[in-house]
């Protein structure tokens, strides 16, 4: 694994806005081959990052769906992630402070272009696929339309625009930041951000990940006593879930990031959503989860009914949404065998 | 419509906290028999009060569900609630203060236990049936208990004891209040309370009662501009809604409710929860809502396998849990139907 910055020196968003030295941090495993066509993308969500290993070890490694020995893996972070690209705590090059609230709405679709340029860079002549979950599985469907420059796609619990739904769950979130007084409407200094606004918003998000059945499953109504404050195990646990994103994440990142997710809508400026949709004409396998209550089944049963070559997979889970980030041995299956028999047979040539 | 306050001397509750000058406030419809046995009690949910009218009026009137003809209709206001009955807004009478924040927590069986005072003060010998959804269907569950004074129950749109899941959505909620640095430990001055934190609270509920389908079909990702600011139009209804609520209630009183319903379990100190369900003998009528996310049919189908004499209803709606406030006609059919098959025929003589 290596992990490297780049740093553009520009970069301009769908909004118009331009950004100076903006660096880009990724991380790649395995080896780009002669032809340069054997990467795949991958493309993580909200609050992860470029370390796939961190988050989906057991889908990369010889073998394995990202398979290290046929494939140059490679994840880049998002912008708006305070993981290293492009986002509110990175230093303005104009100020020498961090942006802050001045950095820009960035859509799915900039990040994508963004991590184009990374490729191009890197020497990239084609993508085998991209492939992600949640916001990640929002990048997989931009990268669609890149279209020469990308074989297939593995979209997972996502739909093609984010939903009034979810764009709710999003606002619920924000609002817990912007009622926090530390917000300060976002110019507070790093380390002195609204802890307990984000906190709040880490506690909705957790609970729009899973579902009635894997709480059950876990807590019950089960008591634990903390400080001789007896309370409900799941009480604790989402307490604590609060507090251990504070320790990672910054606010403004948080909004900039689910404002991103809100924006996502592959038919903006290109025509009729369900048009959109039927042009995507790269094999696809969509993979869904019976119990997320945050991406339903039906959005991707809407994706694989309007994209022509796309193939759906229901996976079987309790888990609800985090199902993409648990049920790893299922969805490592699955997409090791369709890329066995739609991806490998045209990029990778017979092993000696 | 008659409205009316009585106060007990005292009410004990299950945590052996007692209070003094205790009140209840009340609605009523219609007239008790000579009997006494022709009484419809409505169980109100979460934040909405005795005024079944308001709330519920496709439901109550001649020939309705609630037929003012032929029957009693009696709606209290559930403790800890701000609408009349002994909550954190009533005055101490110890000192002239309201009870703020040292208002205990009262428990599901609490109110119905208060409820069944003001009942046996009006003369009442007998419930016809008991019916609310949500927060009103535990208490037409711990109605069950008093077993020879409730002919028949129609809980809707919850289950047994209070889930996790559900638990996990109260808990996100009080912590938007307690974050708040204008609760100061429940310790504010009424119309100084924090209504930020109140009004976040109120959002992630607002999306609990609701689906992916509702939302979609009511906002898709339409943009409204208000004070020439654009947003998604979900995101001002729910700031809207979240506004709306902190006009009207109280933050302790909030938090205390949700406590109460996180309390429900109607196997407490009864034995086991599933020998417990099979011991509620009464006909039931058992209203489930196939999109609800926060008591899911399982829950309902849960109570109807274990009550013996219990039949599920499932009402079909694209609104989720709101559903029961909402399909006020299929609600009103589904329950006039059962009502004038199992409970007319033994409880109410024919009519001239």
Redesign the interface.
Known sequence: MTHSVIIFPEFSLENGSVLMDVPVAYKTWGKLNAAANNTIIVCHSLTSNCDVEDWWSPLIGPGKALDTDQYFILCANAMGSPYGTASPITLDPLTGNPYGVKFPIPTIRDTVNLHKKLLDEIGVQKIAFPVGGSMGGMQVLEWAFHEDFVHALVPISVGG?????C???S??QR??IY???AWENGHYLLQKGPS??L??AR??A??SY????S??Q?????IQTENEEAS????S???YQ?HKLVERFDANCYVRLTESM?SH?ISRNRGDYFQVLSEIKQPSLIIGIDTD?LY?L?EQRELSSYMPNSTLEVLKSDHGHDGFLIETDAVNRTITEWRKKVVDPILISPRA
């Open positions: 625009r984010h939903s009034s739904w764009i709710g769950w606002e619920a609002q817990a009622r926090d007084p307990d606004g906190s709040v506690m909705i957790m609970i899973r579902s009635f059945g709480f059950n876990k807590f019950g109504r089960n409900f195990s799941v009480e646990y989402l307490r609060g809100d809508d209550i339903p039906e």
